[in-house]
């Protein structure tokens, strides 16, 4: 899949499940369970010691699914961003942006979407060739914030995490949001052994975002 038809399937989608799971076997049931509610852009983070195993093992499941896509969070270095792609993902996070992870990126043609918390970050950012700048934490920074970014820099392509549920997701994106990653409740469900349940947020995640586009 390459880097063109990524970025257009996390436009598509517009929702990101940032999966966890203290084990390989719940971040992979997770991740089953978001894909099956329709939430099919899956950020295995590296906070999981077997996310390079997730990664590989669900790449390889749904490598036939051109609207499954795979990719890699928590990513902090460039050294574990070459790590994930090797083993399959698509696209990289970060919490924080790192000029190094950038260039590694840019040069496997590998989406890039680094934390950013200013201004100043967000412009050396889409310099340093990313594709989507990561609001975080979105409940600290607020969504005046992204309301404020978005005049200066009406090109910026924002997704937000942290802070958002389905009471506020309309209004994050009424905000000027382009993605959005939802992470704690599906990560406590999982925890729990309740896939089901995470199947059905994930199924009202999508109608309710996709009422606001």
Known sequence: MNKVKVLKEIENCGIVAVVRGDSKEVGIKISEACIKGNVKIIEVTYTNKFASDIIKDLDAKYSKYEDVVIGAGTVLDSETARLAILSGAKFIVSPCFSKETAKLCNRY?????????????????????????????????????????????????????????????????????????????????????????????????????????
Do not use: H, Q
């Not at 060739?129 to 924002?158: C, H, M, Q, T, W």
């Open 109 to 213: 043609r590998v989406p890039y979407m680094p934390g950013v918390m200013t201004i100043n970050e967000i412009v050396k950012a889409y310099e340093l060739g990313a594709d989507i700048v990561k609001v975080f934490p979105g409940n600290v920074l607020g969504r005046e914030f992204v309301k404020s970014l978005k005049g200066p820099l009406p090109y910026a392509s924002i997704m937000v995490t942290g802070g958002v549920n389905l009471e506020n997701i309309d209004l994050w994106k009424k905000s000027g949001v382009d993605v959005i990653g939802i992470g704690g409740e599906i990560n406590k469900l999982g925890v729990n052994g309740k896939f089901d349940e995470i199947t059905e947020l994930c199924t009202s995640y999508v109608e309710k975002f996709n009422e606001v586009r």
